[in-house]
């Protein structure tokens, strides 16, 4: 009776689930390791967590609009926006492709060189990506044509590469005269050639 005791005894306490001792700790060692993998890859994941700083319409507090014709004959319109705080923004638009669209320009991540938007905001340079969700988008309507006023919308979501932070201004619109359009898409008027097309490059 006894000897029945001690074997049930041992087969409840020492027996493995498996066949022998060594698939068992190999599988436990397994789980251990997977645990670990996704802990590491947690924290990896949180450290690279991507920031976005939204940019609010009161953040704002000048507009300007400038064109250009650069040596290579494109005409490209120039609108400046900033804040007190000295951070600014800068859209420029391809004038011809501009009017011919209907007074709307829009580009996913940099499919659209007709438009182009950067931001040194915060003492950083954000700027249209490939490698990013990175948009921008810009209309201009006339429905006020009667008091020389058009409305200017835009939206855009720019990156910093090198820290994987955003800025993003989301469906701002702003009531702009007459003459702001005129100096907006004006560029030959204005030829300036001391701008290349390197320069150009550089907002996208």
Not at 77 to 104: A, L, P, V, W
Not at 162 to 180: M, P, R, T
Request: charge should be neutral; hydrophobic fraction near 35%.
């Amino acid at each position: 009776m006894r000897s029945i005791v001690n074997k049930k005894l041992n087969l409840f306490y020492f027996q493995p689930p498996y066949k022998n001792a060594h698939n068992f700790i190999r599988l436990v060692m397994k789980k251990v390791l997977s645990i670990a993998v996704l802990c590491l890859t947690s924290i990896i994941g949180c450290s690279q967590k991507s920031e976005t700083h939204v940019i609010m319409p009161s953040d704002l507090v000048d507009f300007s609009s400038t064109s250009l014709t650069t040596q290579s004959g494109y005409d490209y319109g120039i609108i400046n926006i900033s804040t007190d705080k000295g951070n600014s923004c800068h859209f420029m638009i391809e004038e011809e492709q501009f009017i011919n669209n209907d007074y709307r320009l829009q580009s996913e991540g940099r499919n659209n060189l007709n438009l182009s938007v950067n931001c040194n905001w915060n003492d950083q340079y954000y700027n249209q990506s490939k490698k990013f969700k990175t948009y921008a988008k810009i209309s201009l309507t006339n429905e006020h044509e009667n008091d020389g006023e058009g409305t200017l919308r835009f939206s855009f979501k720019l990156a910093n590469a090198a820290n994987n932070k955003y800025v993003e201004i989301n469906n701002f619109s702003i009531q702009i005269s007459d003459e702001f359009i005129k100096r907006l898409l004006d560029a030959h008027k204005s030829v300036d050639n001391s701008v290349q097309p390197s320069e150009i490059n550089k907002f996208n």
